[in-house]
Structure formats: structure tokens, C-alpha cells
């Protein structure tokens, strides 16, 4: 945390650096915090999107294929087996953006964290992640991105195991 401290804080400016010192500064920490945490939240929308196009894309597929139903066996095995590549490549895409956005939130909370130090309080970082039991318990709070990581995963597994039941029947 506190290499991202002696990142985060310009060491230039100054509670002192301003006419009103303190109360500005105060006021100056204060809006960079909301803008983060205003960041943090748009992050988490964009991500609740992507899963939503994607998990509507893979929807639409499966009942595409449960429309088409036995006629998949006439089709050629390249024909399958390229589907199922893109198919795969797909849920791939979606799970790396699902990281990416998991780990881009992680380090604006942690960012948000160390704004708190500046703060009276430490509403994220401390208390309501405290109050979650640190995601550890499952029953208490299961951290959404948990769960949303597997649901690609599913997916492709569910992809493969159809097209050997299609090729092997």
C-alpha cells in the first residue's frame, strides 16, 4: 500500500500551497476521492454491461443450436469444429475482459484506500470491507467476481461436451 502512497500524493503541493491551506486541500483530496470512487462505479457498470452482452450472445447461441437440434450431426465435423473455435474464442474474450476489469477495480480500491488515510473516515477500505467479512465467508458475501469468472468457463465446457455428444452419436 504505501508504494502506492508515494505514487499517489503529489509531494509538490501542500495543504500549505493553498491561501486557505488546510481546508482547501481538504476540500481538493475530497473531490479526487469522489472522483475515484465515481470511477470505481463506472468500471463495475461497464463490466455488469459486458456480462450482459455476453452472456446474452452465448443465450442466443445455445438456443440457436436447441432450435437446430439433430440436424448439427449432419453437419461436417470441420464445420463443427470450427464453430466450436469460435465459440471458445468468444467465452476466452469474455473471461480475459472479466479479469481485466476484476483487476482494474482492485487497484482503484486500493487507490481509494489510500485517499481514505486522508479522510476522517474509512468507509471502503476498512469498514464496509470489514463489515463482509473480508469476502471470506461465502454465506456473509460472495464477491461478485467469483462468480462471474466461472460463468464463461461453463459455457465453453458446455460448448465442447456438445460437440463430442453431437460427432460420437
Not at 481538504?26 to 459486458?50: F, G, H, N, P, W
Not at 452482452?53 to 443450436?65: D, K, R, Y
Not at 440436424?71 to 466450436?84: D, K, M, Y
Not at 489510500?114 to 456473509?140: H, I, K, M, N, Q
Request: glycine share 6%; aromatic share 12%; proline share 2%.
Amino acid at each position: 500500500m504505501s508504494n502506492i502512497g508515494d505514487r499517489l500524493w503529489n509531494s509538490g503541493v501542500t495543504a500549505s500551497s493553498y491561501s486557505d491551506a488546510t481546508e482547501k486541500y481538504q476540500a481538493a483530496v475530497l473531490e479526487q476521492y469522489k472522483l475515484c470512487v465515481e470511477m470505481a462505479d463506472r468500471i463495475s457498470a461497464r463490466r455488469s454491461l459486458t456480462n450482459t452482452f455476453f452472456l446474452s450472445l452465448n443465450s442466443a447461441v445455445v438456443a440457436l443450436l436447441g432450435a437446430v437440434g439433430g440436424r448439427l450431426g449432419s453437419l461436417p465435423v470441420l464445420t463443427l469444429t470450427a464453430g466450436l473455435i469460435i465459440l471458445l474464442g468468444q467465452c476466452a474474450a469474455w473471461y480475459v475482459i472479466v479479469r481485466s476489469y476484476r483487476q482494474l477495480n482492485s487497484a482503484k480500491f486500493q487507490v481509494i484506500s489510500v485517499f481514505e488515510e486522508r479522510l476522517p473516515a474509512f468507509a471502503y477500505s476498512r469498514a464496509e470491507w470489514v463489515a463482509l467479512g473480508e469476502g471470506r465467508d461465502w454465506r456473509r458475501y460472495l464477491p461478485l467476481t467469483h462468480v462471474e469468472q466461472w460463468v464463461p468457463l461453463l459455457f465453453a465446457v458446455a460448448y465442447v461436451l456438445g460437440l463430442l455428444a453431437v460427432t460420437l452419436s
